[in-house]
Nanobody
Framework: QVQLVESGGGSVQAGGSLRLSCAAS????????MGWFRQAPGKDREGVAT???????TYADAVKGRFTISKDNAKNTLYLQMNSLKPEDTAMYYC????????????????WGQGTQVTVSS
């Protein structure tokens, strides 16, 4: 059974940092595209960053230069280092796995974690 478990969320002041982790199990981790997504109250879920099986990385414009996605295939763990946090980064953050890094494959994917809350105060 595939499981994705996020951790590392919390409350920080603007300008602070957090590191999210996503531990994966139950499938061939390295072959999937992994991604971080977020959803703020009253807003649609949005993509934050993705990393393909080959290591190709994409970021949403809103987080470029502040967030870094990485993965450790040996530990089956995905990370999101978040620096220079802003109040608008406040959201529930989810990790997901998909057959490719396309938005459609993530929408169709069954592999989503339960989320970890990030709250940034001004």
């Amino acid at each position: 059974q595939v499981q994705l478990v996020e951790s590392g969320g919390g409350s920080v002041q603007a300008g602070g940092s957090l590191r999210l982790s996503c531990a994966a199990s139950g499938y061939t981790y390295g072959s999937y595209c992994m991604g971080w997504f977020r959803q703020a109250p009253g807003k649609d879920r949005e993509g934050v960053a993705t990393i393909s099986g080959a290591g190709r990385i994409t970021y949403a414009d809103a987080v470029k230069g502040r967030f870094t996605i990485s993965k450790d295939n040996a530990k089956n763990t995905l990370y999101l280092q978040m620096n220079s946090l802003k109040p608008e980064d406040t959201a529930m953050y989810y990790c997901a796995a998909a057959a490719s890094c396309s938005s459609l494959d993530f929408i169709r994917s069954k592999y989503w974690g339960q989320g970890t809350q990030v709250t940034v105060s001004s």
